[in-house]
């Protein structure tokens, strides 16, 4: 019998790992990897062991036994270790708080029963991620198609491609056929693939499965239970799962055997962890592909201003594809409704009206896109000038007439509809404003013989509502889909011949530099959902109708011409004009607390506490919207032109701001996307 010394990341506010004693048969010492239970304080936790050695500084009398080494899981990779390690010093956490989270609950818990009884079943073969199925046909791909996926498939080492292909280009079929070469060059590739949305995963899953009858598949996302996400977990850690398709969460699976990384719609802010550890899956997606010399695709329409300046630097290979790959089909025409001129009713112009009818008429569906839930953002009395406000936010109350309540979208604070007027009595109190609701309320009227679905987060909260409805929508049981960014991206609605865009125009003017690139994106995604079928024999080309009071604007006239690349290079010389992302980088020190003043307080202490050579440490502000479930919330930036000056700065800042161990609650973002 031996002793060695165990390092174990625990998960830990503290920054750092722990040491622990274990006695085993020489020779038979565990691996750095593996995952081992100790306890800690009061408590047994499961930590990752990450170092194996004989000393420790330890005091002999305070060093603690480990209670147990979970010898039946192999261990975490030193690629993997690596990936938790660069994420963690990169987004300045404990790598503890990085690495534990991110694995199934059931290995984090005190038994292995749950453990044991996955590992029995994925043995057996019977797991449920397992095909279900016949392989169907592969479509033919256009030259551009086959030059992408051959481009791809055939790539040696560390090789970033952007593809830049319009809405419908056949994006997915050009992932699907790469795929294919890479699984049929290496028996245990494994290929990870991202989309930005939980709800774009059965599409793609099906597609996946149809494509690759046999092949184990796992899925990797939020709404999977605890013992489906054990399976599919570790169906990739144990290279079983050939294919994993997931959310952002699943950049940091364990995939022993990972040969290709497919990051689709690439720009989505959703790729981006927004509480916690803030991290983005896309960034993290190009480090762990640089670190396996492997290659990595970023598909997009409308890539990020990131990819599309690495693409034009040359440090990314840009594939396009600039036709519909469905022969007939071509991009939607798309018009500028001026609302000055057609004065909506009901939230619609009759130019809209009229095109709606024309669909009902011809039997094709229409999407109308409103992001904004709820019935109208605001409830508001003429008579005193009273308006709905949360009590406890720098927010509206948010009115729901299904189910009669006021709702905060905030802190999830919920009103009765008040009769009258809280402050001088009036009974008439009237919305202001309109969401999803209010239009689908109006279309009713208007089209009662229509099938009219709603699809935003109120009417999908039930698990599977939102695939149903999707399902109905390809089935041809919907006239009129009515939806929030839901409904705007990705999905492949054959029937679809009419988009209309309520609204838009609040964005144009938004103090956010990210807010027009965020419009453009948007709205070359939801119309990129019209006319992706073939049209019929003398059919007409599909349209996208914007209804706006800014008919001039130059957003909207790179929408109408469908011109990503002028668009995109005019504001990379903005950005660079102004110093702004991609040409430099940031970071933002957020800070909470009772009342505003505590807050400034500290980021103002922060702000003073280390200067460095190019590194421009701001001013401290009130959030936009200060206050938060009755939290004031105030945010201090950080910038650099250099990436390493900026990382060597924060290292350090972050250890003095530890020291000043203040009351106020505080957080650090590294590239936040909203500042
Ligand atoms: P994107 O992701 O680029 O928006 P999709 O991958 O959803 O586009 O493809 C759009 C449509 O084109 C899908 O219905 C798909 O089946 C079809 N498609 C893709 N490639 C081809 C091809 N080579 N021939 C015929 N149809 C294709
Ligand atoms: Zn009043
Ligand atoms: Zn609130």
């Known amino acids: 019998m031996t002793y060695c010394i165990l390092t174990i990341a625990l998960d830990t506010p503290l920054n750092s790992c722990f040491d622990y004693r274990w006695q085993c048969a020489a020779g038979a010492e565990p691996l750095a990897g593996q995952l081992a239970l100790v306890s800690f304080g009061r408590r047994e936790v499961v930590g990752l062991i990450v170092a194996v050695g004989t000393q420790t500084d330890v005091p002999a ?218 991290y983005s899956a896309r960034d993290l997606a190009v480090w762990r592909a640089r670190q396996l010399a492997i290659p990595i695709v970023l598909g997009s329409a409308t890539p990020s201003l990131e990819s599309w300046h690495h693409a034009g630097s040359g440090r990314y290979r840009k594939l396009e594809l600039r036709e519909r790959a469905v022969k007939d089909a071509v991009l939607p025409r798309v018009k500028l409704l001026d609302m000055e001129k057609d004065r909506p009713k009901d939230g619609l112009t009759s130019h809209l009206v009229a095109a709606l009818r024309q669909r009902m008429e011809r039997g094709e569906q229409s999407l109308l896109f409103l992001n904004r839930r709820g019935y109208a953002p605001v409830i508001c009395c003429e008579a005193c000038g009273w308006i709905s406000e949360c009590t406890r936010c720098t927010a509206h109350m948010v009115l729901h007439k299904p189910e009669h309540r006021l709702r905060c979208h905030h802190c999830s604070l919920e009103l009765r509809i008040p009769r009258n007027c809280p402050t001088c009595g009036n009974v008439d109190l009237q919305p202001l404003g309109r969401g999803t609701q209010r239009v689908e309320e109006g279309l009713q009227q208007l089209f009662p013989e229509a099938r009219i679905l709603r699809i935003d987060a109120d009417s999908t909260r039930k698990k599977g509502s939102a695939q149903a409805a999707f399902d109905s929508v390809h089935r041809g049981e919907v006239d009129i889909l009515i ?168 290292k350090e800042w972050l250890a003095l701001l530890r020291e000043m161990k203040s009351r106020v609650k505080w957080s650090l973002e590294v590239d936040p996307l909203d500042i």
């Not at 991110?102 to 019977?126: E, I, S, Y």
């Not at 991206?489 to 990210?514: C, E, M, Q, W």
């Not at 009755?630 to 201090?636: F, G, I, S, T, Y």
Request: aromatic share 6%.
């Open 61 to 278: 009398e305070k060093l603690k036994d480990a209670l147990a080494v979970r010898g039946q899981l192999s261990p975490l990779s030193p690629a993997w270790l690596a990936l938790a390690t660069f994420a963690a010093e990169y987004y300045q956490r404990p790598l503890g708080e990085v690495a534990l989270p991110g694995l199934p609950k059931n290995l984090r818990v005190l038994t292995t029963v749950a453990l044991d009884r996955a590992l029995k079943k994925l043995a057996k073969g019977t797991a449920a991620a397992a095909g279900d199925d016949t392989a169907v046909g592969t479509p033919v791909l256009n030259e551009a198609q086959q030059l992408a996926a051959d481009a791809i498939g055939g790539a040696d080492g560390f090789t970033p491609i952007l593809l830049f292909g319009v809405t419908g280009s056949g994006k997915t079929e050009v992932y699907l056929q790469a795929c294919a070469q890479v699984l049929a060059r290496d028996a245990r590739a494994q290929i990870l693939i991202l989309v930005p949305e939980i709800n774009l995963t059965p599409q793609l899953e099906g597609n996946i499965r149809a494509r690759f009858p046999g092949l184990m598949l796992a899925t990797l996302h939020s709404s999977l239970s605890e013992g489906e996400r054990m399976l599919h977990w570790l169906a990739a850690h144990q290279g079983q799962a050939r294919i994993i398709l997931g959310t952002r969460l699943s950049i940091l699976a364990s995939l022993p055997h990972l040969r290709l990384i497919v990051i689709d719609e690439e720009h989505d802010p959703s790729y981006k962890q927004q509480e916690g550890l803030r």
């Open 483 to 650: 939806g929030t960014q839901m409904v705007a991206k990705g999905h492949d609605f054959k029937k679809l011949t009419l988009v209309g865009i309520l609204n838009p125009d609040t964005a144009l003017f938004s103090h956010d530099y990210r807010a027009s690139e965020r419009l453009f994106a948007q709205l070359m995604q939801v119309a990129g959902r019209a006319g992706r079928a073939a049209r019929n024999e003398g059919g007409s080309v599909s349209e996208v109708l914007v209804q706006t009071r800014y008919a001039s604007h130059p957003l909207y006239a790179a929408v109408v011409k469908h011109d990503y690349e002028r668009f995109a290079g005019g504001l990379l010389d903005e950005r660079k004009g102004a110093a702004l992302p991609p040409f430099v980088y940031q970071a933002l020190l957020r800070a909470e607390a009772r009342e505003l003043a505590g807050a400034i307080e500290f980021l103002a202490q922060a702000r003073d506490c280390l200067a460095a050579d190019g590194i421009t440490v701001h001013d401290p502000i009130p959030m936009t919207m200060t206050r938060v479930h009755n939290v004031d919330r105030a945010q201090l930036l950080v910038e650099s032109p250099s990436r390493p000056a900026l990382q060597a700065f924060l």
